[in-house]
T-cell receptor
């Protein structure tokens, strides 16, 4: 089955700096890669996703890049703000996985003033 | 409904008791998923329902765990003879799956505490 690894597990940045979170996946047939943000005590919420037919997608201050050859994808947050502080999860859907997401272990992002 | 609804939001039970957790997905979403999140941990897949297909139960940790989805809508996750290691937040999600999967929408979860 699919295996997703995520790094780093914790990330601390100064307000206004950029943050990058990286994930790798094992199933070369995986075709959908969403990112979720989970604030303390709340549900995970989808913030951006990318499909395997594109290499990059942007939405305001967040962007995701996908390298199918290397089987890795990354989340980029620019001009970070305190409200970006949360746990971020990457995930992947493999073709043989029946549409279920395999999640990474999460990155605790802290944006310091 | 407008979102994925889970009940109860909190459940405290004694070790050895059975519990039932309920999930009401977004209307029209064909796929329903259960995940478990232990304190400070990631999201562990439990079970997945898609339309009328047989559920994918590959993530259920033991035979004490079971789930059903009635009428292609509401789902119930049952844990029999609960153990302290079952304590976690149980998250339900639903998604639209047509020719491909779309992003999940998660419910707020049920926080289960086994004492």
């Amino acid at each position: 089955g699919e295996n997703v690894e995520q790094h780093p597990s914790t990330l601390s940045v100064q307000e206004g700096d950029s943050a990058v979170i990286k994930c790798t996946y094992s199933d070369s047939a995986s075709n959908y890669f969403p990112w979720y943000k989970q604030e303390l005590g709340k549900r995970p919420q989808l913030i951006i996703d990318i499909r395997s037919n594109v290499g990059e997608k942007k939405d305001q201050r967040i962007a995701v890049t996908l390298n199918k050859t290397a089987k890795h994808f990354s989340l980029h947050i620019t001009e970070t703000q305190p409200e970006d502080s949360a746990v971020y999860f990457c995930a992947a859907v493999g073709v043989g996985g029946g549409n279920k997401l395999t999640f990474g272990t999460g990155t605790q992002l802290k944006v310091e003033l | 409904g407008a979102g994925v609804s889970q009940s109860p939001s909190n459940k405290v039970t004694e070790k050895g008791k059975d519990v039932e957790l309920r999930c009401d997905p977004i209307s029209g979403h064909t796929a329903l998923y259960w995940y478990r999140q232990s304190l400070g941990q990631g999201l562990e897949f439990l079970i997945y329902f898609q339309g009328n297909s047989a559920p994918d139960k590959s993530g259920l940790p033991s035979d004490r765990f079971s789930a059903e989805r009635t009428g292609g809508s509401v789902s119930t996750l049952t844990i029999q003879r609960t153990q302290q290691e079952d304590s976690a937040v149980y998250l339900c999600a639903s998604s639209l799956v047509v020719d491909r999967v779309y992003g999940y929408t998660f419910g707020s979860g049920t926080r289960l505490t086994v004492v």
